[in-house]
């Protein structure tokens, strides 16, 4: 009897959803701000272990679009700890063959922290051992809004038939272009909701939700869930393997 078919194919694009600094903060009596610093080291550690999992592209929640309603101080830590993510990581990732890019509405952002997330994608854009895409003020429903615009604004250029507008022609404009679909989505923290993230890409991907807040999640973990989604079966809408 044949074999249940199960995918013994890792995940080649996985998609975080960092959550859970404040709580790991707070509970020991420390600023929330200390939270987002442990949890970009950790960043550091998940980016190093991935591509030795077999990943080929790691997406990463950053800041999303409704982050902008938290305190003015943590918003602006936030910022700043980006800005220093990218200066203190550039060679680095670009040593390791990482290829670094943005997805997300850039025109709120600082200038500053701008040109440095542009300055990093450059260096980096050469890189193909590993695709780390870092959203920014990102949010699913803006990044499709913003596709839809542009889909408007070609056709009333005359640039594209009203008739041509599918699922690539979307897909085209959204800041993912390039980018496979996410195979697994993790979320930590014990939260389970998509918060905005990924809602085109994420139609078929697999989830898994950890209760691990972010600044605890460790490359063995994620080595764990790498190995679940291997074991698991895949439709796409077809029947289950016999
Ligand atoms: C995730 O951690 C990081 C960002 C959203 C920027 P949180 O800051 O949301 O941490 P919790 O959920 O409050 O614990
Ligand atoms: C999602 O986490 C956004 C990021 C991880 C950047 P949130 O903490 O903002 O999500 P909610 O508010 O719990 O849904
Ligand atoms: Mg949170």
Redesign the pocket.
């Known amino acids: 009897m044949a074999a249940k078919d199960i995918s013994a194919r890792g995940p080649v694009h996985v998609a975080i959803i960092?959550?859970?600094?404040?709580?790991?903060a707070?509970s020991r009596g420390w600023p929330?701000l200390i939270?987002?610093r442990r949890?970009a080291n950790r960043v550091r550690s998940i980016v190093r272990a991935a591509p030795t999992l077999g990943i080929r592209y790691l997406t990463i929640?950053?800041?999303?679009t409704e982050?902008w309603k938290r305190s003015t101080e943590e918003v602006l830590g936030?910022m700043s700890l980006f800005a220093r993510y990218i200066r203190n990581e550039a060679d680095k990732l670009h040593d390791a063959g990482v290829c670094v890019r943005f997805i997300g509405a850039r025109e709120r952002l600082e200038p500053a922290l701008r040109d440095l997330m542009a300055g990093i994608e450059e260096k980096t854009r050469h890189c193909s051992r590993l695709t780390l895409t870092i959203a920014i003020n990102y949010g699913g429903r803006d990044e499709l809004a913003r596709a839809a615009r542009r889909v408007a604004e070609d056709v009333a250029a005359g640039r594209l038939a009203a008739a041509d507008v599918d699922e690539r022609a979307l897909a085209d404009r959204l800041d993912t272009v390039g980018l496979p679909d996410p195979d697994l989505v993790i979320r930590t923290?014990g939260?389970s909701r998509i918060s905005n993230y990924l809602l085109w890409q994420s139609a078929y991907s697999e989830f898994e939700f950890t209760d691990t807040?972010?600044p605890d999640f460790t490359p063995d973990e994620l080595a764990k869930l790498v190995a679940r989604f291997s074991a698991r079966d895949r439709r796409f809408g077809g029947v289950a393997a016999e």
């Open positions: 960092m959550d859970g600094n404040g709580r790991w707070t929330r939270g987002h949890g929640y950053a800041f999303s982050n936030l923290s939260e807040l972010w």
